[in-house]
């Protein structure tokens, strides 16, 4: 295949809604330009973008997958991206390398959630969009209603073309810059009078637009003036790179004929073509240069530079590097420097991608996006640049997880959690740490079904069931009241025994809140050698407290008599006295469970803000305030942890996924009594659980 120049290229990421038609209409592109010589099928598992097992299974895409389309001497590379919430991450990833998106929603007559979420994200990386609606042709669809739904919320979308509707069937369109109307091969016919008032509503709104992108411009508008073509052209290029204008168009991704795409999906990528910006003038990104942060534009007369956007784990090749040229030219058998770990890197094959099937090519120029495998040191992220080229491009902020489940293999878990590990390379927004506390081994993610989908991947590839369950809390242990015991060891089984005494005052309160221990011993009742022997003891012994075995914190021991045998006391003897009398006295001393408390931030639109805080009290939460920001109440509250381990879930169904929030622990908060019986119960059940293994 041949390379092609910066301004004959045009990165466009497929966004929006699961569901709406994005793979379909990916499908519908590349068939149309021969990139591909079969029209594959969503439904029917045969599409090009959706080839994982799990993403033919249930039907919707999980990753992001390229692709390309040549269309009138451009290349359109395809980034095909996951409509579903939980695979939020591969959207971010594609926004980051593509240079324009195409928003697609379907013709319901209503503002899907995930058109909301895919424009927000679009204005708040000032990446250019276009929104083509989808499937009007289906039955009860509502064009129109859908695009006054859209207006309605966002000001700065119109309409370019409008469908011509028979039968409930797209036969034609009319251009709201000419108003001149077509059939579906492209052939000159009269514009339908009923749409007429629309025609030039829309056309006024453009025309408007238009003007707003130059003073001369608005002078003659004021004046009644008409633009001529080019004026019109440079304005709609300005106020797109502006992002005060978003064009919309309709069509069908499928055609309903088999083998056929409609030619609705024609216009879209001659619209693509001219409308969208080449990867030069598109925003810049930033970086650090020699210690200096910068911002860097798509240049091709510059030294080589790219960033790797993402990583796929393909069974012959290898782990294959998708990335994207930034500046430069990259040639198979070039040397490069990892600017972010340090180390040189060998490009091997360069290809480009077609959902699975890789294509090579000898290089790619500046604004190009493709892929390579078989490097050391490189993952996801990583900036690859010409060895005299100190460079390295500011990371790409992924969602943070938001759910954790733990996870139990039914046999060789320790490969099971290697495979699970090996996952992360793939989706940065999935994580596996043990929790050093409770021994669980936790996945943590978006959402359950991208949790799942991982597990189910594993057992796919190595035969091993993996079941989830809640984590455990690491809850602490601590004392409301002071104690004072005695703790006595005394072992004589013939030979030389063992002998250790001492009393000790146990009491809330340790200098450091973790524990503190205090020697009050006076005339030598323990003699000074074995005093360190009891602090050690007692450190042992509040690793477990004695309600449910949780770490013991802030407390206070004091040492204040004790006895000892001049033979038979040992280091051994006073260690263990320490321990008698820590089990003794806990229990006297009004033990209770602490629990975290985290702080959490909520964003849901305002129509949602009394459903959240109602649900945030019923999990004991405090609210600590709200506030507004882009239009959106954000929700500031501390709640125990435990309350909140499927938030994200259940957040998402009380917002219909227009809600997100983040976590960070605030401290530890005494657990409510009437709690306390079932965690003794969890942790007693666990431990039965670990004796059978």
Known sequence: MKSFSTQSIRNVALIGHSGEGKTSLAEAMMFATQAIDRLGRVDDGTSTMDYDDEEIKRKISISMSLGYAIHKGTKINLLDVPGFFDFEGEMVAALHAADSAVVVTSASGSVTVGTEKALELCTAKKTPAFIFVNAVDKENSDFLGTVRAIMAKYASVVPIELPIMEGGKMVGSV??????????????????AALAAEVEEFNGKLMEMVAETDEELMMKFFEGEKFSE??????????IMDDSFIPLMAGNAISGVANRVSDSIIRLMDRIVDLMPNPEKAHKVKAVKNGEEIEVGVDPSAPFS?????????PYVGKLLIFKVEQGKLTSGDGVFNTTVGKPEKIGALYVLKGKKQETVDCLEAGDIGAVAKLVYTNTNDTLAASDCKLEYEKIEFPSPVISYAVKAVKDEEKAIQGLIKMQEEDATFKVEKNIETGDVLISGLGEAQLDIMCKRVKAKLGIEITWQEPRVAYRETIRKSAREEGKHKKQSGGAGQYGDVWIKFEPGAADGIFEFVDAVVGGAVPRQFIPAVEKGLREAIKHGTLAGYPMVNLKATLDDGKYHPVDSKEIAFITAAKLAYDAAIPKASPCFLEPIMEAKITVPDEYLGDILGDMNKRRGRILGTDMANGKQIITAEVPQAEMFRYATDLRSMTQGRGRFSMTFVRYEEVPSTNNDKIIADAKKREEEAAKK
Do not use: N, R, W
């Open 175 to 192: 251009s709201v810059l000419t108003g001149k109307a077509f059939d579906m091969s492209g052939k000159e016919i009269s514009a339908p």
């Open 306 to 314: 790219a960033q790797v956007i993402k990583s796929v784990v393909d």
């Open 230 to 239: 080019e004026e019109i052209q440079k304005g709609l290029h300005a106020a």
